[in-house]
């Protein structure tokens, strides 16, 4: 487990964290699938009637219903024209501490999956063998508005300090968050490069994957 320290600045309240992960979308030879857009704050389940029990405050659990993917454009040299890659894990696991202002995740790298078992390998075994996990922690919330406590979402950008592979980097990420009474949702989209965690991207003699990594993560947190 990598422990990270965050940024000195501003934050968002929980996990810009999940950029971190980004880098593991080091996808690599294999077939490909078209990138989807199906980690959109839509997907979470429409906000629970009445706002007695929301307050913007207490510990939300990260897990069931949270699930980040990676997307790199790849050229496989078998094939005429380049596609992209895609690779997505829901094994992300952490704790949003609303009122104490700090927030950390964990994401499992080896259970990123794609269309290809061969891509999968590549990933847990070659880019990750020793560091199966990625951690982020965050020290320091933005300001929160008092119309998020009421069920409306909250947009922001952030600075987020990631780790992997041993090696710290600060990327802008944005977010949308809402709050139902019992549960926490939070929308993460962002873009980094291999040289921000100093990589290279991947290339060989069968494929050649483009310098930048486009990562969606939606994460669901239960009080």
């Given at each position: 487990m990598?422990?990270?320290?965050?940024?000195?600045?501003?934050?968002?309240?929980?996990?810009?964290?999940?950029?971190?992960?980004?880098?593991?979308?080091?996808?690599?030879?294999?077939?490909t699938?078209?990138?989807?857009?199906?980690?959109?704050?839509?997907?979470a389940?429409?906000?629970t009637?009445?706002?007695?029990?929301?307050?913007?405050s207490?510990?939300?659990?990260?897990?069931?219903?949270?699930?980040?993917?990676?997307?790199?454009?790849?050229?496989?040299?078998?094939?005429?024209?380049?596609?992209?890659?895609?690779?997505?894990?829901?094994?992300?696991?952490?704790?949003?501490?609303?009122?104490?202002?700090?927030?950390?995740?964990?994401?499992n790298l080896?259970?990123?999956?794609?269309d290809?078992?061969?891509?999968?390998?590549?990933v847990?075994?070659r880019?990750?063998?020793?560091?199966?996990?990625?951690?982020?922690?965050?020290?320091e919330?933005?300001?929160?508005?008092?119309?998020?406590?009421?069920?409306?979402?909250?947009?922001?950008?952030?600075?987020?300090?990631?780790?992997?592979?041993?090696?710290?980097?600060d990327?802008?990420?944005?977010?949308?968050?809402?709050l139902?009474?019992d549960?926490?949702?939070?929308?993460i989209?962002?873009?980094?490069?291999?040289?921000?965690?100093?990589?290279?991207?991947?290339?060989?003699?069968?494929?050649v994957?483009?310098?930048?990594?486009?990562?969606?993560?939606?994460?669901?947190?239960?009080?």
């Amino acid at each position: 487990m990598i422990q990270i320290q965050s940024g000195p600045r501003n934050r968002v309240f929980f996990i810009s964290a999940l950029l971190a992960l980004t880098a593991l979308v080091v996808a690599a030879c294999g077939e490909t699938e078209p990138a989807t857009d199906d980690t959109a704050l839509a997907t979470a389940p429409p906000p629970t009637a009445g706002t007695a029990d929301r307050s913007v405050s207490g510990v939300y659990t990260v897990g069931s219903g949270s699930e980040a993917t990676f997307t790199v454009n790849e050229k496989l040299s078998r094939l005429p024209l380049p596609s992209d890659a895609v690779l997505r894990t829901g094994d992300i696991s952490g704790e949003i501490d609303l009122s104490g202002g700090t927030a950390s995740l964990v994401i499992n790298l080896h259970a990123l999956r794609s269309d290809s078992t061969r891509r999968d390998g590549y990933v847990r075994d070659r880019m990750f063998p020793g560091q199966p996990e990625a951690t982020i922690s965050i020290g320091e919330f933005p300001e929160i508005p008092d119309s998020f406590a009421s069920g409306e979402s909250f947009t922001s950008t952030v600075i987020a300090t990631v780790n992997v592979n041993g090696t710290d980097a600060d990327i802008e990420f944005e977010i949308e968050a809402r709050l139902d009474p019992d549960r926490l949702f939070v929308l993460i989209t962002g873009d980094f490069v291999w040289a921000d965690f100093g990589m290279t991207a991947p290339v060989s003699g069968l494929f050649v994957v483009t310098d930048e990594v486009h990562v969606e993560v939606l994460v669901a947190a239960v009080r």
